[in-house]
């Protein structure tokens, strides 16, 4: 599970013009691309690990005699040890540097987003401000964000400006759990309390069936002209016709149902719990008759993707889980369930009998709890909830669809 606190970093890259000469700030960049320079010349025959005490033992007074401030030089030992042993371990030679870019410290800049303005201490104190020419909604966001490094490039012709941005994340307590089982031709989304009650149950039908007709013909239209598809023009365009309602059904749909499970999560204050494809992959390898009856794994990474994206808009807590056994263990005593009648599954050792796709979202509920409750989930019962899901008293409206047609 993603922690309490998160922190989201973001660089934003503008242009700038400095007001007035912008002598001083090019010959800055320069006399800094040549103590960088100066200082990887030097460290290049040691082979010794260089500790960061060691570096400015080393190097910190001939920088401040160059006319650098602290944090300059800092900047300076720092990028020349990281450029040395990236070097190093790609087996490359001496770096040399060319660009004119440098990365300056927060304590050596003033950023003013009210007037677009960023002044940049320099050598021996020189001073230079620059206007930053980028619209200004572009800046809006990062306004209760914290900025704690940027880097400035000259290119030849205008200055660059890479400002990082950081802001830390609360995520709030969950209070539910959504579960989410995504198969061939439906979604079952329950939300469940942390002692194992269910809160809200939705089923929703995915658009599969209609990937599937455009997959087909496709094929159809590959095996009509085995050799010639690619290169005869209508053939290809037909194909690429049926590819592009597959690409656009299955990006809508993934960013509906990331929308609405991310909403419903928030309303319930929920962590979501998301198969970890990974392990799916895995598991898959065993057991290939199981899993054609899932969604194809790109349709599931689209889905995925959007859930996730959603949840993190919304500072909401993503976990995952492996799916091995979600649809095919009885959540009551760990038998091996089996069908029994149309979506319908059995255990023969307990007699417990549940929808098939309900089932799968109290496993999935069952093992996000047991994976986590032992770290930091407070209030938690290790019971499972009560396997009283019955297909003829199933709260959610099994006919409620979603459009996937645009
Ligand atoms: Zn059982």
């Not at 570096?55 to 990281?82: C, P, Q």
């Not at 704690?148 to 000259?154: A, D, G, N, P, R």
């Not at 989930?377 to 290790?382: D, I, Y």
């Amino acid at each position: 599970m993603r922690g309490e606190e998160l922190v989201v970093n973001e660089a934003l890259k503008v242009r700038a013009l400095p007001e007035g000469s912008y002598d001083k700030l090019l010959e800055f960049l320069k006399l800094y691309r040549d103590a960088v320079q100066i200082i990887v010349d030097r460290i290049w025959g040691i082979d010794e690990k260089l500790s960061w005490k060691k570096l400015h033992r080393l190097f910190y007074n001939d920088l401040m005699r160059l006319g650098f401030r602290a944090h300059h030089a800092k900047e300076i030992y720092v990028n020349a040890k990281s450029l040395v042993e990236s070097a190093r371990s790609n087996g490359g030679r001496k770096p040399v540097l060319r660009k004119l870019s440098a990365r300056i410290d927060k304590y050596d800049y003033k950023l003013d987003l009210d007037n677009m303005t960023l002044t940049l201490k320099l050598h021996n104190n020189y001073e230079v401000k620059l206007r930053l020419v980028t619209p200004k909604e572009r800046v809006e966001k990062f306004r209760s964000w914290s900025n704690y490094e940027l880097v400035v490039k000259y290119d030849g012709k205008s200055f660059w400006i890479s400002i990082y941005f950081k802001r830390i994340v609360k995520s709030l307590k969950p209070r539910t759990v959504m579960t989410i089982d995504l198969n061939f031709d439906n979604v079952t989304l329950a939300a469940y309390t942390l002692d194992g009650r269910r809160l809200r149950l939705k089923k929703l039908k995915t658009p599969h069936k209609k990937i599937l007709t455009h997959k087909i013909w496709i094929e159809k239209i590959q095996k009509r002209y085995p050799k010639s598809w690619r290169f005869i023009k209508d053939v290809r365009r037909a194909i690429e016709k049926h590819g592009e309602r597959i690409r656009n059904i299955s990006w809508d749909y993934a960013h509906k149902l990331g929308d609405l499970v991310a909403e419903l999560a928030l309303k319930h204050n929920s962590v979501i719990i998301l198969e970890d494809l990974e392990k799916l992959k895995e598991n898959n390898k065993k057991r290939d008759k199981e899993f054609n009856k899932r969604l194809g794994l790109w349709f599931y990474h689209r889905i995925q993707f959007c859930v996730e994206y959603e949840a993190m808009e919304r500072n909401l807590q993503v976990a995952k889980i492996d799916p091995r056994g979600t649809s095919s263990k009885c959540p009551r005593c760990g038998g091996k369930l089996v069908e029994d009648g149309h979506r319908v599954l059995g255990c023969k050792r307990c007699g417990f009998v549940g929808d098939r796709d309900v089932t799968a979202t109290i496993n999935i509920y069952k093992k996000y709890v047991s994976k986590y409750s032992r770290c930091g989930v407070s209030g938690v019962a290790p019971n499972a909830p009560k396997p009283d899901e019955n297909p003829s008293r199933m709260q959610g409206n099994k006919n409620e669809a979603m459009t996937t047609e645009s």
